[in-house]
């Protein structure tokens, strides 16, 4: 297929910041073959996506399991997000490649189908692949997934004032998205139910984090709503060769 023909409602974003729908994928890889996956991204799958009309924002390896790819893709809309899946899925970088990547992946399905807040904070716009980025020690990005009780106030107080207080601590911008109610409309790529809450921050370094996540664990304001909000999933973060996460704020 080639370049896929859209209307106005379905143009494609500039970047994963102008998207209004959003996945967090997870992929869990057989041991070892996280570099034989990334080959086959920075080779081919990263343009493919793209031109596709996906708008890919960070690739990272987790940095406490080495054998775990997380990474973010954002849609315009639910109606582009099926039209740019479908462009890629049925395309022929995907149709010769696919053998291949595959044959690395444990779990592919550790996905959370996500949309802006309300009030929106959403990540700051990409980094160009190939991109000077900090030298001395590699950008961590640290991303906080909670799950909620539906029908609770707590999303609210999450992604208001509570978002307000996480960005004071870590002293970083903080992008933050909520589960897209919307149903899955290719279903042949599934998505989690639940209610979620995740959000993502950048940090130039191990000794930025470290200071950041010191400060957190002592604000008061911020630990009264962790009791109500119950543990989030952290995971830390190394961004890959082609991964295009916001700049981080030099410590």
Known sequence: MGEPVRDQQ??????????????????????????????????????????????????????????????????????????????????????????????????????????????????????AAGAPGPTADPAWAITLAWSLPAGSDLEAALTGRGHEVLERALGVPVAMWRTEPSANTFPRLPVRDGNHVVALAVFAGWEQWSQAEKRLGADAEWQRLVERLGDAELMRLEPTATSRHPRPIPA
């Open 10 to 127: 379905n143009a494609v974003a500039a970047d994963l910041a102008g998207c209004d729908v959003v996945e967090m994928r997870r992929y869990t890889l057989r041991p070892g073959t996280f570099d034989e996956l990334q080959e086959a991204f920075q080779r081919w799958f990263v343009d493919g996506l793209e031109r596709s009309g996906m708008r890919l924002g960070g690739q990272f390896r987790d940095r406490d399991d080495p054998d775990r790819f997380v990474w973010f893709r954002g849609f315009t809309s639910m109606a582009q997000r099926h039209e740019a899946l479908e462009d890629f899925y049925l395309g022929p970088v995907w149709q010769e490649h696919r053998d291949a990547a595959n044959a690395t992946m444990i779990d592919s399905d550790d996905v959370l189908l996500l949309r802006p807040t309300s009030p929106a904070h959403r990540p700051g716009h990409a980094v």
